[in-house]
């Protein structure tokens, strides 16, 4: 039987907290203390060279590689649902565990077998120990190959404290053994030395690391991993003022902690934490006692830019403006910014750290076009007389946090990924304890974020959301539309279906431009479609599955429903992993309502004048009496029966009738006076 193959190779960038997804594996030999049967080989690669079994040397990114193959025809013993293999290199001295798997690699978490139609997940992965694979098999009609990647990192907050607690040695060698399900393999050892640090010292510099997926439920649901690291040389007192502002497709729900790290993006102290994510908590000052840095963090909220294209991302508007710290100087009175700093642009509010809104600012919000549409949610963060644990003068500070996946996104990569953006800057002032004025008194400095910086306005962040699986195709959710009518404002009124319109689909590009007649997964043309009375598309009297491939769409409408004005503009859709419902509206001909018909006036007969008095005013009928002409001049009446109560014709024809007959009365008792 032929066997079913796939590939794997994964490489990762070796940046401390950020990560990626899943990979593979397979059953062993217990009996043996060789490699077993399916893992053909496990190497430590850095430069091309394998460093099992070598001389010690100095650690230097190396990576775990490890390939697996399995052909269930040829294996004696074949792999069974609950079959375990267990792969991972473990410290000689747990005390000198100086290296682990960089995070985005350990948070890979599953086999897919896609030779199979649909693919098929092979088995669960752990590698949270970050040492390497702990693989469980769940099914039993599997072959494989795959060759998997491990990037490896130091440590650092474990060599800080080695060497702390010994303060005496100036170098440090420690060894790694491989071990498959438990049991060395031998001839598989790994050494490496590690000289002690020198003491850092502080460049101003600001970076932002790659926003790393985290996946939590279906697939584009979850939230990004960011890190921010700032090197400062400021001396206290000093303020710092951090902004981070996503685009509206993200949220920040206040997860966030502050650290002061001996070397930038190494977390030593935290000096600020804060894992609540409760809107209804309350939060206040955290004061490092060590030292008294004190943090502050607000939810800022802010009205985000109108997008040039069809799908582009709604990101905030940045603006150079002064600061004032709130603090007294020695003159009595705050300090503005020596510089203007980079700030959000149209800020609707500032809140400490999960503030509940009140009415008034949910009001503002909905008025701004709602929280996650036109409006985004970032934080402020302000440190104020920061001194390092380490340092004399200056120090590393980091912010690590997170920010969830609210919408999906409108824009795609060229790996079919969406794609969402974040942005990030800092100001920073020292703050004087003498007249600035003085000649004695030593220049005060300031630092800010420039605009090469990683994160910076200028140079925002990209990250995408790729998929939790490997070895298989990301089954894409089907796109849900309906035609519906519109209300006077042009709002989608998704309870009124309409039936009748005409419709061809297109692919198109990321500028709305069309490329050709898209198809389904059926491989069916979606032109010249029409809605049923559900609003659903149909071709040749059947409905028509919206299952697309990850891409842009453009619904171009060819004829409106009857009694409908027709949509001229294109509708530019994005798919991608998660699923999307769309409704498309049209307003009805004639939309703005007419102004109602005057009600008719009640006429108002008058009686003929009297004789010699042509000219003066008659005096009014009652309407619901009709008069019998008097041709003598004698002013008799004759009354008729009154309408019934309701019959409002009735009244209008013979009121209508009074007068005409009134007017004929008085046009000829005129030709009588004049004759």
Not at 575 to 596: H, Q
Request: net charge negative; aromatic share 10%; glycine share 8%.
């Amino acid at each position: 039987m032929k066997m079913r193959k796939f590939s794997l190779f994964i490489t990762v960038a070796m940046i401390l907290g950020t990560f990626i997804t899943p990979i593979i594996a397979a059953p062993v030999d217990e009996n043996s203390n060789d490699l077993c049967p399916i893992v053909k080989s496990v190497e430590m690669i850095s430069g091309g060279e394998d460093h099992f079994g070598k001389s010690p040397r100095e650690f230097n990114g190396d990576s775990l590689n490890i390939r697996l193959s399995y052909d269930r025809n040829t294996m004696k013993t074949p792999i069974k649902r609950g079959d375990k293999l267990k792969i991972e290199i473990v410290p000689v001295d747990s005390n000198k565990d100086f290296i682990y798997m960089d995070y985005n690699t350990s948070i890979l978490n599953e086999l897919v077998d896609n030779s199979k139609n649909p693919p098929e997940k092979v088995a669960d992965i752990d590698m949270t120990g970050r040492h390497g694979a702990d693989f469980t098999f769940i099914g039993e009609d599997v072959e494989f190959d795959a060759n998997m990647k491990l990037p490896f990192i130091y440590r650092n907050t474990k060599i800080t404290e080695y060497f702390k607690k010994n303060p005496n040695e100036n170098e440090v060698t420690f060894k790694y053994k491989l071990q498959i399900n438990g049991k060395d393999v031998e001839g598989k050892v790994l050494e490496y030395i590690v000289k002690k640090p020198k003491p850092g010292t502080a460049h101003q510099k600001f970076g932002k690391t790659n926003g790393v997926y985290n996946r939590e439920g279906e697939l584009g649901d979850g939230y990004f991993l960011y890190n921010i690291n700032i090197d400062t040389e400021l001396r206290s007192p000093n303020e710092y003022v951090i902004y981070d502002a996503p685009d509206v497709n993200l949220g920040f729900e206040g997860y966030l902690y502050v650290a002061d790290g001996e070397n930038s993006g190494q977390l030593t102290k935290r000096i600020f934490s804060n894992y609540n994510t409760d809107p209804n908590s309350k939060f206040t000052d955290y004061q490092y006692n060590d030292n008294g840095t004190k943090v502050k963090a607000y939810d800022v909220y802010y009205v985000a830019k109108e997008p040039v294209l069809a799908n582009d991302i709604r990101v905030p508007e940045w603006e150079e403006k002064t600061l004032t710290f709130k603090r007294d100087d020695v003159k009595g009175g705050n300090i503005d910014s020596m510089e203007n700093a980079s700030v959000p642009k149209n800020i609707l509010f500032e809140k400490p750290l999960g503030a509940k809104l009140t009415d008034e600012e949910q009001k503002k919000i909905d008025e701004a076009g709602g929280l996650y549409k036109k409006v985004g949610k970032g934080f402020k963060v302000t440190i104020t007389d920061y001194k390092s644990n380490y340092l004399e003068k200056g120090g590393h500070i980091t912010l690590v946090y997170k920010m969830r996946i609210k919408n999906p996104s409108p824009k795609l990569n060229s790996a079919g990924n969406p794609v969402y953006k974040n942005f990030a800057t800092y100001y920073a002032d020292e703050i004087p304890t003498c007249d600035p004025d003085d000649e004695k008194c030593v220049p005060i400095k300031s630092e800010k974020t420039k605009t090469n910086d990683w994160g910076s306005p200028e140079k925002p962040i990209e990250n995408d959301v790729k998929p939790g699986t490997i070895g298989a195709d990301v089954k894409i959710p089907e796109l849900e539309f309906t035609k519906v009518e519109a209300d006077e404002n042009g709002n989608a009124l998704n309870n009124k279906p309409l039936g009748g319109a005409k419709f061809t689909i297109y692919k198109g590009d990321a500028q709305g431009n069309k490329i050709e007649i898209a198809k389904n997964k059926e491989d069916i043309s979606l032109e010249n479609l029409i809605t049923d009375k559900d609003g659903k598309l149909t071709k040749d009297g059947n409905k028509i599955k919206l299952k697309l491939d990850k891409g842009y769409y453009i619904f171009h409408e060819i004829d409106a429903p009857r009694g409908y004005e027709i949509i001229n503009e294109d509708t530019l859709v994005t798919i991608s992993y998660k699923a999307n419902s769309i409704f498309i509206a049209n307003k009805k001909k004639g939309e703005n309502p007419k102004p109602e018909d005057p009600k008719p006036e009640e006429p108002k007969p008058e009686n003929p004048p009297a004789p010699g008095k042509p000219d003066e005013p008659s005096t009014p009928l009652k309407p619901d009496e009709p008069i019998k002409p008097d041709t003598h001049g004698k002013g008799e009446t004759n009354k008729g029966s009154n309408p019934q109560t309701g019959d409002n014709e009735n009244l209008i024809f013979i009121i209508t009738l009074t007068g005409f007959m009134t007017g004929l009365l008085i046009k000829a008792k005129k030709r009588d006076i004049n004759k």
